[in-house]
C-alpha cells in the first residue's frame, strides 16, 4: 500500500451542505496551531461567543460552539435538557424531525409525535392540540429549516405556544442560522443549535449552540447525571465560560474554531439583515430561472425557505444520471433527495458564500443545458 | 462591538497536546470543499481507513475516525460496547483512566475500579486479581500511555489477561498512537481509540478508533438501542464502510479529514518504526539535557513516555511564572500537571512534528535562560 496526498477538485457547493466556503475562512483554517488553554485562544473563544450571540440575536450567557458536527448539537440538547420519563412533544415535517423523535427516545423521555406531510410546515394548531391532551409534557422541539424538504416552519408561534403551556421549546437552527430572520430571545426559545457548514458559509464540523436561562435552570437541577460525558454542558461550561478560571475539559478543534471565528466576522461585517436579503434575492434569481425551465417547487410559496431549493425532478429525467454530470462536466453540486423525496426531488442550495450571482447563473445555464 | 479576524502566533507546541502540526497538514486542512457524499470523498475515506488500519497495526474492518476530539472517541467505545448491567473492570492510574470509569456509569454498566498510584504503570497482578475476584466481568479498559502522568502501561500483557478471563478489552491509545510501539491485532485489543492532535502531528479534533470482529460482534447482538445517535457505530458504520452503499449518518468534518488523511500519508511515507525511533531519541536528547539542568523524571525509566516527559518542577520555582515566560518570550508552549500533579510537574511533550532536533534543543535551552 502506498496512498498519495489526496487534492480535490474545486466545486461549486450548492447541495445541502456542506456548501461554499468563504475563502478567508479557509485562510483562517489553516493558521498556526496554538494550545486550547492559551491566553489568546481563551481570547478568541469569548469573541465567538459574542458573535455567536449576535448571530443567534440572545443574550444567552451560555452560547457556545459544541466540538462536532450537527447532529451533536441535536444531541447536546437533547441529552442535557432530558431527563429519563420527561415528555416531549416533537413536531415531525421530516428527516431531522424524526431524528429529534429518535434523541428523545434515546435520552429516555416520553415522546408524543405531531406529525405533518414532508413538504409542509409545521402546523401550530396540531401543536396545540397535543399541547392540549399532554398537560404534563415539558418541553416542545421542531426544527426551524428543515433540510430535507426545504421548508420554513413558524418558530415564532410555535415557541409562544411552547411558553403558553409552560413547555421549553429546543430549535433545530441548523440550515436557518444566517440564512433567514431568528431571533432566540424575541421568540423565546429556550435552546438552539446549528452547524456551520450551511449559511455560515464555515467548513463542516462544528455546532453552535445557546441555551436560555430557564434551560440551564433545567440542566442544573437534573437529578440524574447527563448521560454523555462529552456534551454534558455542566462540564462544558466549566471551559466556555469567561467568568471563572478555564478548566480542561476536552481538548477544542482549535482550527474549526479559527474558522468558525473568521465566518463569524464576515457575517458581522456583512450584517445579520443583508445576509437574510441576500438569501432572498439569490432564491428569486433561481427561482424565475427554474420556472423558465419548467422546473417547479415542491413547496408552497410562503413557506420555502430562500437557502434551500426543493424542486420536483422533471418528469422521464434521470435523476442520478443529471447529478453527475453536473458534478463530472461542471463541478457542480446539487443535493439528492432524502429519505421519502429521493429520486422525486432536487435539493438546491444557496447557502452562505454559495449564495451569489456566478452560482446561480451557473446553476441555471448547467442545468438548461443538462436538461437539453 | 466589532470583532476583527484572529491570527495566532506561531507558537512551539510541546505541551500534552496539540503538538506542534506538520506544516503539510495545515496546506491539506485548507483544501477547498467537496462534498461529503461526493465520490472523490469516498474515495479519500477509503484511504483514510486503510492508513489507519496501518497506524493501528490491525486488519480491522471496522476502523475509521470519529467526527469529534478523542473524548468522544472514548465514549464512543464505552456506549456502544457497554450495556446496562455489564461489568467493566477499569484500571485507573491518572485522569483518563478516572474518564473512562466515568464513562462506564454513565453507560449504566457495573463499575470494578482497579487502581495504581499515580506516576505508576497499570499493576498486571491487580488486575488479574480483580478478575479472579469478579469473574462475571465482561470488559476491561485501561490507559495505554497516561497523558496525565507519562506512563506507559504493559498492553500486551493486561490484554491477554482480559483475553484469559474472557473478557473484551478497551483501549486508551490517545497520546500512545504514533509514538511508541502499538500492535492491534498482535496485542488482541478489542476496541481503541485515538486523537489526532498528539503523535500524528494533526489538527485536534477528530478520534480515530477501531473495533475488532469480537467488539462488532458485542455491538451488534445489543438489545438495547446505543443511547448515543451521534456516536452509535451501527449507523456510522454504513457510511464508513466499503461493502455497501454509503448512508448519510451526519456531515463528516470534510477538511479536518483532509488534514487526517496527509498526517497519516506522512506517517506511511516516513514509517511507523521509525516514527517510534525518532521519538525515543528526542526523548534521550531531552532527558540527558534536563538532568544536567539538574530536572528529574517522576516516573521510573522502564515505563516513561517518550513523547510526553513528566518532571518535578524543582524546589523554590514558580511554575505559573516559568510557564508564562516560555510562553511570552520564547512562543514555546509546555504543559502544566493535572489533578493531583498540578503545580508540582511539568508534561513536556515530544509528539508528532514536535520530535525535533530544534525543538528539543529550544526547549533545554529557553528552560536553562528561565530558570537561571
Known sequence: MSVSSFYPPQRTLMGPGPSDVHPKVLQALSRPVIGHLDPLFIGMMDEVRELLQYAFQTKNECTMAVSAPGSAGMEACFVN??????????????????????????SGGQLVRVED?????????K??????????????????????????????????????????SIVDAVTSLGGVPLYVDDWGIDAIYSGTQKCLSCVPGISPVSFSDAAVAKIKSR??????????????????????????????P???????????????????????????????????????????????????????NAVAIPEGVDDAAVRSRLLNQYNLEIGAGLGAFAGKVWRIGLMG????????????????????
Not at 455542566?234 to 467568568?243: D, F, H, Q
Not at 432572498?280 to 437557502?307: N, T
Request: hydrophobic share 40%.
Open 117 to 125: 406531510d414532508w413538504g409542509q410546515p409545521v402546523s401550530p394548531d
Open 254 to 308: 482549535v482550527n474549526a474554531l479559527y474558522a468558525l471565528h473568521e465566518a463569524l466576522v464576515q457575517l458581522q461585517d456583512e450584517g445579520l439583515e443583508n445576509a437574510w436579503q441576500r438569501h432572498a434575492r439569490q432564491h428569486q434569481a433561481l427561482r424565475s430561472g427554474l420556472e423558465k425551465l419548467g422546473i417547479s417547487f415542491i413547496v408552497d410559496e410562503g413557506c420555502r425557505l430562500p437557502q434551500l
Open 223 to 252: 437529578k440524574t447525571p447527563v448521560q454523555s460525558w462529552f456534551l454534558d454542558q455542566t462540564l462544558v461550561m466549566n471551559y466556555w465560560s469567561g467568568n471563572q478560571k478555564r478548566s480542561y475539559h476536552h481538548t477544542a
Open 127 to 168: 401543536l396545540e392540540d397535543a399541547l392540549k391532551a399532554h398537560p404534563d409534557a415539558k418541553m416542545v422541539a421542531f426544527v426551524h429549516a428543515e433540510t430535507s424538504t426545504g421548508v420554513l416552519s413558524d418558530a415564532q408561534t410555535l415557541c409562544s405556544l411552547a411558553k403558553q403551556y409552560d413547555c421549553l
Open 353 to 372: 458564500y454559495a449564495a451569489r450571482d456566478e452560482n446561480t447563473a451557473l446553476c441555471l445555464r448547467a442545468l438548461e443545458e443538462t436538461l437539453q
Open 81 to 106: 435538557l432530558v431527563e429519563p420519563g420527561d415528555k416531549v412533544v416533537v413536531c415531525i415535517n421530516g428527516v431531522f424531525g424524526s431524528r429529534m423523535a429518535e434523541n428523545v427516545v434515546r
